[in-house]
């Protein structure tokens, strides 16, 4: 009787701006991790609205919609299709704090040991309310994995593996 060892799934948190480019994150993700089941929590930072009435009714979910744009979605469903072997889960969070305190806190409620993040700041949040999360993941998670990432349309197309970067 043959019997497949299963991996135990990896959480992983990876940055977002809601941008094509920030998927690539993703792609790496994936390439990198072959055989592991992956949960892809996708992270934004969100400034909280500062009046009592905006406030009782934010909702997380209206909030990420509106900044979904058709090609991202398309992109992140390609993605879906084309690793659905590997994706067992791939979700949006946002952290709505300001400081590394309330980003432990974030990341305890998270369950996530891992991360993917840019090398260079490549994220651009084009909202006053929204904010780049990076540099919180970079000095709050056990094991971040920072990435050459370009916003060149010419990056875009580029596959991310082991060999890939070191080529780089």
Same mark, same amino acid.
């Given at each position: 009787?043959?019997?497949?060892?299963?991996?135990?799934?990896?959480?992983?948190?990876?940055?977002?701006?809601?941008?094509?480019?920030?998927?690539?994150?993703?792609?790496?993700?994936?390439?990198?991790?072959?055989?592991?089941?992956?949960?892809?929590?996708?992270?934004?930072?969100?400034?909280?609205?500062?009046?009592?009435?905006? $406030?009782?009714?934010?909702?997380?979910?209206?909030?990420?919609?509106?900044?979904?744009?058709?090609?991202?979605?398309?992109?992140?469903?390609?993605?879906?299709?084309?690793?659905?072997?590997?994706?067992?889960?791939?979700?949006?969070?946002?952290?709505?704090?300001?400081?590394?305190?309330?980003?432990?806190?974030?990341?305890?409620?998270?369950?996530?040991?891992?991360?993917?993040?840019?090398?260079?700041?490549?994220?651009?949040?084009?909202?006053?309310?929204?904010?780049?999360?990076?540099?919180? $993941?970079?000095?709050?998670?056990?094991?971040?994995?920072?990435?050459?990432?370009?916003?060149?349309?010419?990056?875009?197309?580029?596959?991310?593996?082991?060999?890939?970067?070191?080529?780089?």
């Amino acid at each position: 009787m043959f019997v497949q060892k299963l991996e135990k799934m990896k959480k992983i948190l990876i940055p977002t701006d809601f941008s094509v480019a920030s998927l690539r994150l993703v792609e790496y993700a994936i390439l990198n991790n072959p055989n592991t089941p992956l949960n892809i929590v996708l992270v934004a930072g969100y400034r909280l609205p500062d009046t009592r009435w905006a $406030l009782t009714h934010f909702n997380k979910s209206e909030e990420v919609n509106k900044q979904l744009t058709d090609s991202f979605v398309i992109a992140k469903r390609s993605l879906r299709l084309e690793h659905k072997k590997s994706i067992q889960a791939m979700s949006f969070e946002l952290f709505t704090g300001n400081n590394s305190c309330a980003f432990q806190n974030f990341l305890e409620q998270s369950g996530a040991d891992d991360a993917i993040i840019p090398k260079a700041k490549s994220l651009y949040c084009k909202n006053r309310k929204w904010f780049d999360t990076t540099r919180f $993941l970079k000095k709050n998670v056990n094991n971040v994995t920072e990435v050459p990432v370009e916003r060149d349309e010419e990056l875009s197309q580029q596959r991310y593996s082991l060999i890939n970067l070191l080529n780089l």
